[in-house]
């Protein structure tokens, strides 16, 4: 008698929360999260990566910066379908002292580096999938016309000056830095050398004329700003970080410098003997993009979301954002910044050779495989780990094993002989778990696996409005052991399809089963999207039938009809995800199991 009272609460409780996701209820599809805030509301979405400076090859940082921004896109297309209604722009910075002097160490022309080195980002955002709608180089017409149009509205506001400037510039950060940042270590020959405070880089002592931005004026309205919107900058310890730097001292920004020293950029207009900061150059090729000094930039400019690394969050957050009110315009809708990648432990460093080749990783685990990794693994709060034993490890655990084993014993013919959908049978999972019949063999267990997996799309959608994609990607993972939990439970292939008694709950479990694959692989779109198209074609889940707006999760539980339910599947397309590790202590352990 307890056990069915139990029972009947957690049927009632059942009822109530997944009521609200059954098809006829539209709110989980019409409220919450984006992936970018309050998206869900915008006729337009942009996103953007940082542009990626030219001077060395990709590594598995710039690359994780493209698929956070890639994933939060594509999750975005998921909820909007409409593809005028995303906009998604990458690129690389190719002006600037570093390029110049690499150029000449490498014996080329700065254009040639720049083309060299621009393609191997093209070709690596290529091979990754990641879904830019552009792709900008700083060294491209349209945006000169659009760096020196700002410049001119800066200008005509009295927000630029000539002045000497004076102080500490770090030729590695491209920065010029206050006193207060700067700092000693000892040197290769043991004497003492200045260094910035917070990259570790040499600074020198540099004093030129040039052009200064009022930077000084605007503490108040950047206070203003992110105190107005706690969410403006995400997570929340950077959007702390940047409201300690706004009590700091704030000195008047140097954007220019002679041309005589610093030649391979963009002149000043009207003055020839300047050259353009690359900083200011750099942050306008997120206007450039959207068509400014067009009026059709305006649309898009509401609602952009920069995802950038942490050494830039004070060029994004407080530059940038007093560059664009100095112009007249409002900061960017939302800032998301996301930590580094260091290897076994150790910052990567050419010095110390330990830089990662994303090429390599996408050969060796596949573009969905370190995708999935990468999202999976990546914490924007802190920096993250990579070593090859760690990657093999959550792969095959995670995809081959969990993911791909659920879908092989659902559509193994064995146990599937028809190849279809099978029907599900409401007197053998009843939705009032009270109502317990002779043909009923649904445990308590079976109802939390309902409830956990149609709260998921809910979850997921709140994971990807904190930036927390590696929270989306747990919080699905555990709903694919919970399945395969509930398939080991009442192991379909000891039940007969024969039997009259059998078969109603063996075409249920399937049901359910695949009900439960049909939501995860909708949701891992975003991230592993050829994996994810696999999946589904093998349930066979058509491409119109993919969206966030078409997930509803077990109808026939909650008494509609399933358009799944006497479909055939798809055709066999082999492994879902191959493991990685074949060692032969892997392959003894898995004949043992």
Known sequence: MLRISVLRLLGRALAGRVWLLAPSNPRLYSSGPLGAGDHARDAHAYFT?????????????????????????????????SA?????????????????????????????????????????????????????????????????????????????????YEGWYCASDECFLPEAKVTRHPGPSGDSCPVSLESGHPVSWTKEENYLFRLSQFREPLQRWLRDDPQAITPEPFHHTVLQWLEEELPDLSVSRRSSHLHWGIPVPGDDSQTIYVWLDALVNYLTVIGYPNAEFKSWWPSTSH?????????????????????????????????????????????????????????????????????????????????????????????????????????????????????????????????????????????????????????????????????????????????????????????NWESPVDAPWLGTVLHVALECLRVFGTLLQPVTPSLADKLLSRLGVSATERGLGELHFLPRFYGHSCPFEGRKLGPESGLLFPRLDQSRAWLVKAHRT
Request: hydrophobic share 40%.
């Open 49 to 81: 990566t940082p542009i990626f400076y030219v001077n060395a090859a990709p590594h598995i940082g710039h690359l994780y910066s493209a698929l956070l921004a890639d994933a939060l896109c594509r999750y975005r297309r998921l909820r909007v379908p």
């Open 84 to 164: 005028a209604a995303t906009r998604f722009s990458t690129g690389t910075d190719e002006h600037g002292l570093k390029i110049q002097q690499a150029a000449a160490a490498a014996g080329l022309a700065p254009t040639e580096l720049c083309d060299r080195v621009s393609a191997q980002f093209q070709q690596l955002f290529r091979d990754a999938g990641v879904s830019s709608t552009d792709f900008i180089r700083t060294t491209e017409a349209r945006h000169r016309r659009a760096v020196q149009h700002f410049w001119g509205v800066l200008k005509a506001r009295g927000l630029l000056y000539k002045g000497l």
């Open 307 to 495: 995802i950038i690394g942490k050494d830039i969050l004070k060029f994004h957050a407080i530059y940038w954002p007093a560059l664009l009110l100095g112009a007249g315009m409002n900061p960017p809708h939302r800032i998301y910044v996301h930590s580094h990648w260091t290897v076994c432990g150790q910052k990567m460093s050419k010095s110390l050779g330990n830089v990662v080749d994303p090429r390599t990783c996408l050969d060796r685990y596949t573009v969905d495989g370190f995708r999935y990794f990468l999202l999976r693994q990546g914490v924007p709060n802190w920096d993250c780990d990579y070593y090859d034993e760690k990657v093999v490890k959550l792969l095959d655990s995670e995809l081959a094993d969990a993911l791909g084993g659920l879908l092989n014993r659902c559509t193994a013919s064995r146990i599937n002989p028809s190849g279809t959908y099978p029907a599900f049978c409401s007197t053998c999972f009843p939705r009032e778990p009270g109502l317990v019949g002779p043909s009923a063999r649904v445990q308590a267990d079976d109802y939390a696996l309902v409830s956990a997996v149609a709260t998921l799309p809910k979850q997921v959608a709140d994971h990807y409005a904190n930036f927390q994609i590696y929270k989306a990607l747990e919080a699905v993972s555990s709903c694919v052991r919970q399945t395969n939990g509930f398939v080991q439970r009442h192991a379909p292939w000891k039940l």
